[in-house]
């Protein structure tokens, strides 16, 4: 992970089968195949960091392409930036609940060697892995603190909330901890609100964590969002007429009824652009039927000034759900207009997404003239990402949970206008009217895309407030509200000063 990266020994395989007393239903909480230690260089001259520098062990959930990773990458360089006799190291954990467990081999060192603090990203991967740990022998030790960060599904999510194994590795993480941060005011009620329990193997029910000892640890601070680096060669609407010109020549879709003619009729594309890892919680689907239909009806309507677009960009995090979208996509698209493509990278021309950069040999009117009204594009490299959103007439959140949404905060950063669901942690980032717009409904979704799409005054100056109102998070505002939770930690010389 990041530039000068290292493997260290440690590695984890396996699901864990005994549990001690501290454990219970957390045998249902699996650490991936291969869960490496990683040590992290980014910012640093040198690869060949001391081995006697004292250590801050972030862990993280194993994800290249969401906002996990943009999270830990950027907690990375602050914890280097503020602590630099400290060694920084990430490990990235994947855990899941439903596969069964299995044996994991004898690991011979202790992953908490050295370290003097543990910073935590999300209650429940933190707190499988500690288990995990546990019952292998390495016990996060006494004298070692926990800085656990809150992710959106740990408190928003009924699935997590109401599942026993995942409230147990929470409530395990949020008793060790030292220190509980929310990114918002709604968040840290939300967690004073739940009844937080563990579930040791020895006990008949579930044991509950008193709130007085979780309220004073509680403390909320706002994401910090670095200025995206956009590729500036890169351009989304070459781009997709490539992916449709290749698609529909691999399926064969040669009809002159189809033929390109928006050399002659020239019509503005307005892109909705929805970058989500394909999973559940997303619920990209929300918005898909009502958006094709209201595209399909301003081409009946031969509405010629603008053709509205909406691509779900992102990876598949979860198979089953990313084929259920594709396939409800194709046949929302083919009911409603008969444009439909598989542009996603699963299917057999998918060598085109990989190769997205090369796009100045392409003609940019190639297929223009009958993209489909919703599309999944896949992933794109985050500089490209950062590119399309720019360009974007908006960008869309349609989560059923969020804590404080990366993708947003970017996209008020660079200047794209947000259409996001009406949920707390958006709620938190978005002033409605003023900075970006809420909606409620699928319904209400279409009438506000509708109006930026219209109304370019109003789109200017949901773009100025929201840059404005990005000015609260900044990463030195991050660094300094952390510095002053952390520094009491952290003694000088490298030594735990609280517990």
């Known amino acids: 992970m990041g530039r000068g990266a290292h493997a260290c020994k440690l590695r984890v395989r ?11 239903t957390a045998a249902l909480c699996r650490t991936a195949p291969s869960t490496d230690l990683i040590r992290t260089t980014l910012g640093s001259a040198h690869d060949d960091v001391p081995t006697t520098r004292r250590k801050v062990l ?25 602590f630099p006799d400290f060694e920084i190291m990430t490990l990235g954990v994947d855990t899941t ?17 050295g370290v003097a603090l543990v910073f935590g990203l999300h209650a429940f991967h933190t707190g499988c892995f500690l288990l995990n740990c546990s019952s292998l022998g390495h016990p996060l030790p006494q004298h070692v603190p926990l800085v656990l960060v809150f992710g959106g599904t740990d408190v928003y999510s009924s699935a997590y909330i109401q599942s026993p194994s995942h409230m147990n590795a929470m409530g395990y993480a949020l008793q060790r901890s030292s220190i509980l941060v929310t990114f918002t005011e709604h968040m840290r009620a939300t967690v004073q609100a ?19 000892s979780i309220t004073p640890k509680l403390h909320v601070i706002p994401q910090a969002v670095p200025i995206p680096k956009a590729d500036t060669a890169f351009k ?11 698609a529909r020549e691999h399926s064969g879709w040669t009809s002159d009824e189809h033929t390109d003619d928006s050399h002659r009729n020239p019509v503005a594309r307005k892109v909705f652009l929805l970058p989500a890892g394909l999973r559940p919680v997303k619920d990209v689907l929300f918005v898909a039927e009502a958006f094709a239909k209201w595209s399909a009806a301003r081409r009946n309507e031969n509405a010629q000034n603008y053709a ?11 198979d089953t759900y990313a084929a259920h979208v594709r396939a409800t996509v194709a046949n929302v698209v083919d009911a409603l207009d008969g444009t439909n493509v598989d542009c996603s990278p699963s299917s057999s021309r998918g060598a085109i997404a990989s190769d997205a950069a090369d796009t100045d040999g392409w003609c940019a009117d190639v297929g223009m003239q009958h993209w489909p009204a919703v599309a999944v594009l896949g992933a794109l490299p985050q500089p490209q990402l950062f590119a399309a959103m720019r360009g974007a007439t908006a960008v869309v959140n349609t989560s059923k949970t969020e804590g404080m949404c990366t993708v947003l905060l970017e996209a008020m950063t ?35 895309a509708q109006r930026l799409c219209e109304d370019n005054a109003f789109r200017g100056g949901l773009i100025a407030n929201a840059r404005s109102a990005m000015q609260r998070h900044t990463v030195r505002d991050e660094e300094v509200m952390y510095q002053r939770l952390l520094q009491p930690v952290l003694s000088t010389d490298g030594s735990p000063s609280v517990q």
């Open 97 to 113: 609940s439903n596969i069964a467990p299995s044996p994991i081999p004898e690991t011979t060192s202790s992953p908490f060697h």
């Open 58 to 82: 972030i862990v993280a959930k194993r994800s290249e392409l969401c906002g996990n990773r943009t999270t830990s990458d950027r907690f990375s360089r602050m914890l280097m930036a503020l």
């Open 14 to 24: 396996g699901a864990i089968s005994t549990m001690d007393d501290d454990i219970g």
């Open 194 to 212: 739940i009844e937080w329990t563990t579930h040791p193997t020895h006990a008949v029910q579930p044991k509950r964590i008193c709130m007085a």
């Open 308 to 318: 509205p677009h909406l691509f779900i960009v992102g990876p598949d995090f979860d």
């Open 414 to 448: 660079l200047g794209a206008p947000v259409l996001a669901r009406n949920i707390p942690g958006n709620a938190a980032v978005i002033h409605h009217g003023t900075s970006g717009l809420l909606f409620d409904t699928p319904e209400d979704f279409v009438r506000l």
């Open 236 to 246: 989304l609407e070459t781009f997709v007429s490539r992916l449709v010109s290749a």
